[in-house]
């Protein structure tokens, strides 16, 4: 293409050439169609991803680099496109046809400080049913409310820094989340499952990451240290508490407690046994017959 798009969807793929045709098919479904796709080969060394990503429609842009892990790939995806605005979508994930139309409606009807749009996700694979996603910066700090998948403008991912390359570990879209907060940008959700979120065996908060939470978020504290300052953060509690929020002051004094007190890898291991807890009593709850009159939640096909 010749003409500058709309929107560009970055797709970082790391040994997921399976995925790749059904990710490619939800795009092709899109109600808007003014927007580029650009896939970040992230030092893939499966056969089978290599030929895929050599044999796609070569309307498609493809990036090779060496393994760097997603917010490498993600970086690499955003300085490529030729957007303003800019999509980011994992290799496994689908989204609704209506998503970039949605999205792109939202953000360009709201105000400058508004730098990103995000929507609820449908599950599928492991797990079935709806996750609510939503922006608050007080529980942003505590817990990764906002999903990572996003359409954002591409001067507020400037302007925040990008995502930070060392977090190759896990939860950089979390660091990233509370970068574009202290660049002074907000997010608004659709309250619709617009993104197919594919949920494996390891994943969806049961992953290497939910098992190294403590690390992580004290990695994520001190590079943020005055975003959790008291000041703050009474600041951010005052603002938010007409919106959602789901952080009581109790639970976030008593988390922050725990995170001081505990070694890392027994708080990582307590997040990791709540989160388990929770996982197997949403999915008993998804699998349970049901009553007259009750409706069962909305499933889709995603991670």
Same mark, same amino acid.
């Given at each position: 293409m010749s003409a500058v798009p709309t929107i560009s969807v970055v797709v970082p793929c790391y040994n997921g050439g399976r995925f790749l045709d059904q990710l490619i098919a939800?795009?092709?479904? =899109?109600t808007f169609r003014d927007f580029e796709t650009v896939i970040?080969?992230? @030092?893939?060394?499966?056969?089978?991803?290599?030929?895929?990503? #050599?044999?796609?429609? $070569?309307?498609?842009?493809?990036?090779? =680099?060496?393994?760097g892990g997603p917010a490498a790939a993600r970086n690499r995806g955003f300085s490529q496109a030729r957007a303003d605005l800019v999509m980011v979508l994992d290799c496994d994930d689908m989204l609704e046809p209506t998503y970039l139309a949605e999205t792109l409606s939202v953000l360009q009807s709201g105000p400058p400080e508004v730098g990103f749009v995000f929507t609820? /996700?449908?599950?599928?694979?492991?797990?079935? !049913?709806?996750? &609510?996603? %939503?922006?608050?910066?007080?529980?942003?700090?505590? /817990?990764?409310?906002v999903g990572y998948s996003m359409l954002i403008r591409k001067t507020a991912w400037g302007e925040a820094g990008g995502y930070d390359e060392t977090m190759i570990?896990?939860?950089?879209?979390?660091?990233?989340?509370?970068?574009?907060? *202290?660049?002074?940008?907000? @997010?608004? /959700?659709? $309250?619709?499952?617009?993104? *197919? %979120?594919?949920?494996s065996e390891q994943g969806f908060q049961l992953s290497r990451a939910s098992r190294q939470h403590g690390k992580l978020w004290r990695q994520i504290?001190?590079?943020?240290?005055d975003l959790y300052r008291l000041p703050n953060l009474i600041r951010l509690f005052w603002e938010a508490r007409t919106s959602r929020c789901e952080i +009581?002051?109790?639970? #976030?004094?008593?988390?922050?407690?725990? +995170?001081?007190?505990?070694?890392?890898?027994? %708080? +990582?291991?307590?997040?990791? *046994?709540v989160r388990s807890i *929770?996982?197997?009593?949403?999915?008993?709850?998804?699998?349970? $017959?049901?009553?007259? !009159?009750?409706?069962? $939640?909305? &499933?889709?096909s995603s991670r």
């Open positions: 939800s795009l092709a479904a =899109q970040i080969n992230d @030092g893939s060394t499966d056969a089978a991803t290599l030929v895929k990503l #050599a044999t796609l429609d $070569p309307v498609i842009q493809v990036i090779h =680099q060496g393994k609820h /996700e449908s599950l599928m694979g492991a797990r079935q !049913g709806i996750n &609510t996603k %939503y922006f608050n910066p007080f529980d942003q700090l505590f /817990e990764n409310r570990d896990g939860c950089e879209d979390w660091e990233f989340s509370l970068r574009l907060i *202290r660049a002074g940008f907000i @997010g608004i /959700e659709i $309250p619709k499952p617009l993104l *197919r %979120y594919n949920v504290r001190k590079k943020h240290r +009581s002051t109790f639970r #976030a004094v008593v988390t922050l407690l725990l +995170s001081i007190v505990l070694p890392d890898a027994w %708080y +990582s291991a307590f997040v990791h *046994r *929770r996982l197997a009593r949403a999915m008993k709850a998804a699998a349970a $017959p049901m009553s007259a !009159g009750q409706l069962r $939640p909305k &499933t889709g």
